[in-house]
C-alpha cells in the first residue's frame, strides 16, 4: 500500500500533513502574505521530508490558507485579496452585528465542504481530465467574463446604474500598465510602477478597509459589546447554518472547480461568481451587502474548491491551473516531484494523485480544529473599542499593501481610492463591482483579442460558447424586468460629487488614451469609459431632480488617516501609524499613557515585518533616515 | 545527464580559474552588501534562477552580505531602472533579467527606459534552450513537413521574447506562422492540446510535459549551443534559414537564445568591483551550493562568463547595421508572417 502511494511511512506523510495543515492556518491568518508567498516561505521546511512527503506538505499548507483567511476577513474586515472581498461583504457586516462567531462557523463548514468536493472532483477527473481541459478555450472565457460583467447587477442591490458606473471603473482600472498586445504602457503617466497594473491591495485598502474603518460605529451599548464574543457553540451553530444552504455550497463549489481548472483565469472570479450565484438565488431575512450568512458560504466554498480543480491541469499535464499552481509547480520539482501524464498512469505515479487528493481532503477537515481552537480568542480582539481597532486595521491593511508593492506609489494609489471609497460610501454606491470588473477586466480584453486572432467567425461554431451566451441574453432580460433601474439610492449632495468626480475621471482616461495610446490599445478602455462617463452623467442628473434627500453618514478621524497616509512617503509606515494610532486612540479618548504603548507595541511588530521579514527596502532606508541617524548609528 | 553537465562545468571552472589572484580580487566584496534585484515575481523562473545564484555567490563571498529583491515589471525594466539609479556608494547592486529588454532596446522599444550598454555584463546564468515544436495531432513530425503544410500556423507567443523569436523565425524561414501575442503558459499549453494552435515556441524545458505526454514534437532548435545530447538531431535555426538570409544576423539571433536569465551590475559600479563581480560568478556557478539548487530546482545549469556576455551583447547592441537588419526581418515576419514568396532579406 505504501509503495502505491509512494510513500515512506505513514507517520512521516502524517506529520508532513499536519505540520503543513497548522503552517498554512498560520498563513491565512496574516494579511498580506497569502498562499503564493506562503508556498515560498515554506520551501525550506519541505526539504526535510521526502519528496511525496514534501508534496502532501505544501499542498496540506495551500489546502487551508483561505480557510484561516476568512477569520481577519470576517472578524476585523481586513482583506488581502480580490477573493477575500467577496467574503467581507457580508462577513464583516455579521460581526459588526455581535454574530462574528457564527460567520466563521459558516465560513469554516463551506470551506471544508468545498475543499473535500474540490479534491474529490480532483479523482474524477482523471478519467476525463483531456477533454475536460481543453474543451475552453478563449471564446468561452470571453463569455465567462461576459457573463461576469453581467453579475454586476447581483451586486448592486443598492441601485443598478451605481453599480454598473462602479463595474466600468474597476474594468478601466485593470487596463492600467503595459499592454503587450499592442506594446503600450497605458496610463501609467510615468510611473514605472504602474506597468504592472494597479496592485491589488492597494484598492482593497483604498476602496473598503479606510472608508468602512472610518464609518466603523462605537458600541452603544454594553449588550452589543458583549456580542463580540463569541464561543465554540456560536461557530459550532454557524457551521450547521451551512448545512440549510447545500445548494449554494454545491454550485459554488462546482463554480471553483470549473473556473480553477482553467488555466489563466483568475481564481478570485470563481469567489465572485459564486457570490453573485448566491445574491440571485437565495432568499434571506438579512439582504445581501448587510450580512447575509448565503454570502460568505458561497464565495469560501468556491474559494477552496477551487484547488481541487486546479490541480487537474497542474498535476496532470504541467499546466498551472493559478497563479499558486504555478509556484507550485516550481517548488514540486524542487523536492523532487515530477508532474504530468505519469499522475495518470497506474504502472507509474497515480498512487500520488491519490495521495495529494487525499492530503486536500484531510487538511480540510484537520483545520477545523485547528480553527475551533483560536476563535474564541481571536474574536475577542473585535470586541475592543471601535478606537482601539480603526488605526491598527487601517494600518495593517496598507502594510499589506507595501508588502505586495513596495513602493511609494502604493500610498499614492491608496489615498486616490480611499478618497473614491469614501465618495461611494456617502453616496451609498456598491463597491464590490469595481473589484469584478478589476478582475474580469484584462480577462475580457485579452480574451477578446485571442477570440479574434484565433478563430474569426468560426467562434459561432462552438456550441459551448453559444450556450453560455444564450444564458447570458436571458438573464440580462430578466435583470431588466425585474427591478427599478433608474433609482439613486443615496443622498444627493455625495451622489452629485461622485457622479461628477468619476464623470470627470472618465473622461481623463478618454483624453490620455486618445492623446497617448494607439488605435488598438484605446480601444477597450474608451469604450468602457464612454459608456461609464453616460452614466454618470445620467445618475447626476437624476441626483440633481431627486426629491429624496436621505441623511449621510457620518465618519470620524478622517483628517488623522488622511495626514498619516500622507506622511507614510516622509516617514515611513511605522512612525506614520504609530502617529497615527496615538492621535485617534487620544481622540477617541483613551488615556494617553497606554496609547503610546500599544502604538509602539504595533509599531515594532510592524517594523519587524516590513523591514525584515518581508525586506522593504523603502522603509528601512525611511526608518534608517529619521531613526538610526537619530540614535547615532 | 544535468548531474554530469554540472560536473563538467565545474571542472571546467576549475581549470581555468586561477584561485591565488580569485581570491584577491573577491576580497573587494568583502565586507559590503550585494543587493541583487531580480526581474521577476516570487517563485517564477527568473527568480528561481535567481536565488540558485545566490546560494552559490553565499557559499563563495561568506564576509559578504547578500540580499535578494524581487522587483517584476514591465517585462524585466524596473529591476534594470532600479540598478540604473544605483550609486557608487552604499550596496553593490546587481540587475537580473532576461531576454526581452535586450529584443525591447535592439528593437528601439518605448519600453526601453533603460541603457543595457552603461551596465557592466557579471553572466548569465543559463542558456534559453529556445526550440520550435508542433503538435503532434497535425501529423507532422519535421520542419520540411512542417513548411510544406499551405497555411499559417497558428503560433500563441507566450512572453516578448516568445513573440519576436516567433517573428524572425517566420522571417527567416519558410514557415509561415500567425503569432498571437500575450498568451500565457497555460492557455498556450491548452490550445495546443485542444489543436486551435499549431506551434509554440518556447525553452524546451517548459514544453518538456506537453512533448513527454506525446501531445507536441521538436522540429527547430533556435539556439546553437547548451542543449542537452538528445537533442542532437534536431536541426538548428542556421540548418533552415533561408539560403538568403545574412549568416551574421543568423549568429546574433544564436547568441541571443543562447544566453538566459542575464546579471548585470550597475552602471555606477566600480571597474575592480565588477572584475570581483564577474570571478565570484564564475565561482558561484561552479560551486557545489549553486549545482545543488540547480539540481533541485529542475534548472539549466548552462552558465556564461561575463566576458562572452559582453562581447555577445556589444555585437548585439553596438552594431547599428546588425540591429537595423534584424529591425527589418522583423518588420517582414510581421507583414506576412513570413509569406512563402517573401523574401526578407531585402531591405
Known amino acids: 500500500m505504501l509503495e502505491f502511494f509512494g510513500l515512506e511511512s505513514w507517520s512521516t506523510a502524517l506529520l508532513a500533513l499536519t505540520a503543513g495543515t497548522a503552517i498554512g492556518f498560520v498563513v491565512g491568518l496574516v494579511p498580506g502574505i497569502g498562499g503564493r508567498t506562503g508556498l515560498i516561505l515554506c520551501l525550506p521546511l519541505a526539504t526535510f521530508f521526502p519528496p511525496y512527503e514534501a508534496a502532501i506538505f505544501l499542498f496540506s499548507m495551500h489546502a487551508v490558507v483561505n480557510t484561516s483567511g476568512s477569520i481577519p476577513n470576517i472578524a476585523f474586515g481586513i482583506p488581502s485579496s480580490a477573493a477575500d472581498m467577496a467574503t467581507i461583504i457580508d462577513g464583516y457586516p455579521l460581526a459588526k452585528m455581535g454574530r462574528a462567531?457564527?460567520?466563521?462557523?459558516?465560513?469554516?463548514?463551506?470551506?471544508?465542504?468545498?475543499?473535500?468536493?474540490?479534491?474529490?472532483?480532483?479523482?474524477?477527473?482523471?478519467?476525463?481530465?483531456?477533454?475536460?481541459?481543453?474543451?475552453?478555450?478563449?471564446?468561452?472565457?470571453?463569455?465567462?467574463?461576459?457573463?461576469?460583467?453581467?453579475?454586476?447587477?447581483?451586486?448592486?442591490?443598492?441601485?443598478?446604474?451605481?453599480?454598473?458606473?462602479?463595474?466600468?471603473?474597476?474594468?478601466?482600472?485593470?487596463?492600467?500598465?503595459?499592454?503587450?498586445?499592442?506594446?503600450?504602457?497605458?496610463?501609467?503617466?510615468?510611473?514605472?510602477?504602474?506597468?504592472?497594473?494597479?496592485?491589488?491591495?492597494?484598492?482593497?485598502?483604498?476602496?473598503?478597509?479606510?472608508?468602512?474603518?472610518?464609518?466603523?460605529?462605537?458600541f452603544d451599548t454594553d449588550s452589543q459589546k458583549r456580542a463580540t464574543t463569541t464561543s465554540i457553540a456560536d461557530v459550532a451553530r454557524g457551521m450547521l447554518v451551512t448545512f440549510n444552504h447545500l445548494r449554494v455550497v454545491a454550485v459554488s463549489s462546482w463554480y471553483g472547480i470549473v473556473i480553477g481548472f482553467m488555466p489563466s483565469l483568475g481564481s478570485s472570479i470563481s469567489a465572485w461568481l459564486s457570490y453573485g450565484y448566491a445574491a440571485r438565488t437565495t432568499r434571506t431575512e438579512i439582504p445581501f451587502g448587510q450580512g447575509a450568512i448565503a454570502g460568505v458560504i458561497a464565495p469560501e466554498a468556491a474559494n477552496n474548491s477551487k484547488e481541487g480543480g486546479a490541480m487537474i491541469p497542474t498535476l496532470f499535464f504541467g499546466i498551472p491551473g493559478s497563479s499558486s499552481m504555478a509556484i507550485m509547480m516550481g517548488l514540486l520539482a524542487f523536492v523532487g516531484v515530477a508532474v504530468g501524464p505519469n499522475l495518470l498512469d497506474w504502472n507509474r505515479d497515480l498512487g500520488l494523485s491519490f495521495s495529494l487528493a487525499g492530503a486536500v481532503i484531510l487538511s480540510n477537515l484537520v483545520v477545523i480544529p485547528m480553527f475551533l481552537l483560536v476563535i474564541p480568542t481571536l474574536v475577542r480582539f473585535s470586541s475592543i473599542r471601535r478606537e482601539g481597532i480603526v488605526p491598527f486595521a487601517i494600518a495593517l491593511s496598507i502594510m499589506a499593501a507595501l508588502i505586495d508593492t513596495p513602493r511609494i506609489i502604493t500610498v499614492v494609489l491608496i489615498a486616490i481610492f480611499a478618497v473614491?471609497?469614501?465618495?461611494?460610501?456617502?453616496?451609498?454606491?456598491?463597491?464590490?463591482?469595481f473589484i469584478l470588473g478589476y478582475v474580469i477586466g484584462d480577462m475580457a480584453e485579452a480574451s477578446w483579442f485571442h477570440t479574434q486572432q484565433i478563430y474569426g467567425w468560426k467562434v459561432?461554431?462552438?456550441?459551448?460558447?453559444?450556450?453560455?451566451?444564450?444564458?447570458?441574453?436571458?438573464?440580462?432580460?430578466?435583470?431588466?424586468?425585474?427591478?427599478?433601474?433608474?433609482?439613486?439610492?443615496?443622498?444627493?449632495?455625495?451622489?452629485?460629487?461622485?457622479?461628477?468626480?468619476?464623470?470627470?475621471?472618465?473622461?481623463?482616461?478618454?483624453?490620455?488614451?486618445?492623446?497617448?495610446?494607439?488605435?488598438?490599445?484605446?480601444?477597450?478602455?474608451?469604450?468602457?469609459?464612454?459608456?461609464?462617463?453616460?452614466?454618470?452623467?445620467?445618475?447626476?442628473?437624476?441626483?440633481f431632480r431627486s426629491k429624496d434627500d436621505p441623511p449621510v453618514e457620518e465618519l470620524a478621524h478622517v483628517w488623522i488617516a488622511a495626514i498619516a497616509i500622507l506622511a507614510i512617503p516622509y516617514f515611513g509606515l511605522t512612525v506614520s501609524s504609530m502617529a497615527m494610532a496615538v492621535a485617534m486612540l487620544i481622540a477617541g479618548g483613551a488615556n494617553i499613557y497606554k496609547s503610546i504603548l500599544a502604538a509602539l507595541a504595533f509599531g515594532a511588530l510592524q517594523f519587524t515585518l516590513l523591514a525584515w521579514l518581508f525586506d522593504i527596502v523603502v522603509e528601512r532606508e525611511i526608518i534608517g533616515r529619521f531613526a538610526w541617524r537619530f540614535l547615532g548609528f | 545527464m544535468r548531474v554530469l553537465q554540472a560536473f563538467l562545468v565545474s571542472f571546467a571552472a576549475i581549470l581555468t580559474a586561477a584561485p591565488a589572484s580569485a581570491q584577491a580580487d573577491l576580497a573587494a566584496l568583502e565586507g559590503r552588501t550585494v543587493r541583487l534585484v531580480i526581474g521577476g515575481s516570487p517563485g517564477n523562473d527568473?527568480?528561481?534562477?535567481?536565488?540558485?545564484?545566490?546560494?552559490?555567490?553565499?557559499?563563495?563571498?561568506?564576509?559578504?552580505?547578500?540580499?535578494?529583491?524581487?522587483?517584476?515589471?514591465?517585462?524585466?525594466?524596473?529591476?534594470?531602472?532600479?540598478?540604473?539609479?544605483?550609486?557608487?556608494?552604499?550596496?553593490?547592486?546587481?540587475a537580473l533579467t532576461h531576454s526581452t529588454p535586450v529584443y525591447a532596446q535592439i528593437f528601439g522599444s518605448d519600453l526601453a527606459v533603460y541603457d543595457l550598454n552603461a551596465f557592466h555584463w557579471i553572466g548569465a546564468l543559463t542558456n534559453n534552450q529556445r526550440v520550435l515544436a508542433v503538435r503532434t495531432s497535425l501529423g507532422v513530425t519535421d520542419f520540411a513537413g512542417l513548411a510544406a503544410l499551405d497555411r499559417a500556423l497558428v503560433a500563441p507567443a507566450s512572453g516578448t521574447a516568445a513573440e519576436i523569436e516567433a517573428t524572425l523565425v517566420a522571417a527567416m524561414t519558410p514557415l509561415r506562422l500567425h503569432i498571437v501575442p500575450d498568451v500565457d503558459d497555460g492557455l498556450r499549453a491548452t490550445l495546443l492540446m485542444s489543436g486551435d494552435a499549431d506551434v509554440a515556441i518556447g525553452s524546451q524545458i517548459s514544453l518538456v510535459p506537453l512533448i513527454e505526454a506525446g501531445q507536441l514534437v521538436m522540429v527547430l532548435r533556435l539556439g546553437s549551443a547548451g542543449y542537452p545530447p538528445g537533442l542532437d538531431a534536431v536541426p538548428t535555426l542556421r540548418d533552415l534559414a533561408r539560403p538568403e538570409i545574412s549568416r551574421e544576423i543568423i549568429g546574433l539571433t544564436e547568441s541571443l537564445n543562447n544566453l538566459g536569465r542575464l546579471v548585470l551590475a550597475a552602471p555606477a559600479t566600480d571597474p575592480a568591483i565588477v572584475e570581483a563581480l564577474r570571478l565570484a560568478f564564475d565561482a558561484a556557478m561552479a560551486h557545489p551550493a549553486t549545482i545543488a539548487a540547480y539540481e533541485g530546482g529542475d534548472l539549466v545549469l548552462a552558465p556564461t562568463p561575463g566576458a562572452a556576455v559582453e562581447a555577445a551583447m556589444r555585437g548585439l547592441l553596438g552594431n547599428a547595421s546588425a540591429r537595423e537588419v534584424l529591425v527589418g526581418y522583423l518588420a517582414c515576419g510581421e507583414r506576412e508572417g513570413g509569406a512563402a514568396d517573401e523574401d526578407c532579406s531585402r531591405p
Not at chain 1, 497 to 508: C, D, P
Not at chain 2, 57 to 63: I, N, Q, R, T
Request: glycine share 14%; proline share 7%.
Open chain 2, 46 to 94: 527568473t527568480d528561481r534562477y535567481g536565488r540558485a545564484f545566490i546560494e552559490g555567490l553565499k557559499a563563495v563571498l561568506p564576509g559578504t552580505t547578500i540580499l535578494a529583491q524581487n522587483l517584476n515589471g514591465g517585462g524585466g525594466a524596473l529591476a534594470l531602472v532600479e540598478a540604473m539609479a544605483a550609486t557608487g556608494t552604499g550596496p553593490i547592486t546587481l
Open chain 1, 460 to 543: 459561432l461554431q462552438r456550441p459551448l460558447t453559444i450556450g453560455i451566451a444564450l444564458f447570458i441574453v436571458g438573464w440580462l432580460i430578466y435583470v431588466v424586468r425585474s427591478r427599478p433601474v433608474l433609482h439613486i439610492p443615496g443622498p444627493r449632495i455625495p451622489t452629485l460629487a461622485t457622479s461628477g468626480g468619476l464623470l470627470v475621471g472618465f473622461g481623463v482616461v478618454i483624453l490620455t488614451a486618445f492623446r497617448s495610446i494607439n488605435l488598438a490599445g484605446r480601444t477597450f478602455p474608451v469604450a468602457v469609459s464612454i459608456f461609464g462617463a453616460a452614466l454618470c452623467a445620467l445618475i447626476a442628473w437624476l441626483a
Open chain 1, 420 to 433: 473614491i471609497g469614501i465618495g461611494m460610501k456617502l453616496a451609498n454606491w456598491p463597491r464590490a463591482p
Open chain 1, 101 to 218: 462567531g457564527e460567520a466563521l462557523g459558516a465560513s469554516l463548514s463551506a470551506s471544508a465542504i468545498g475543499g473535500v468536493l474540490g479534491a474529490l472532483a480532483f479523482l474524477l477527473a482523471i478519467p476525463i481530465a483531456q477533454p475536460l481541459v481543453t474543451s475552453f478555450g478563449p471564446p468561452e472565457f470571453l463569455m465567462l467574463a461576459i457573463l461576469g460583467i453581467a453579475m454586476v447587477s447581483s451586486l448592486s442591490q443598492e441601485g443598478l446604474i451605481p453599480g454598473l458606473i462602479v463595474g466600468a471603473l474597476g474594468v478601466v482600472a485593470s487596463t492600467v500598465g503595459v499592454d503587450f498586445r499592442s506594446g503600450e504602457a497605458r496610463f501609467t503617466f510615468g510611473w514605472l510602477e504602474l506597468w504592472d497594473g494597479v496592485g491589488l491591495p492597494a484598492i482593497v485598502c483604498g476602496l473598503f478597509v479606510i472608508p468602512e474603518m472610518l464609518a466603523l460605529k462605537p
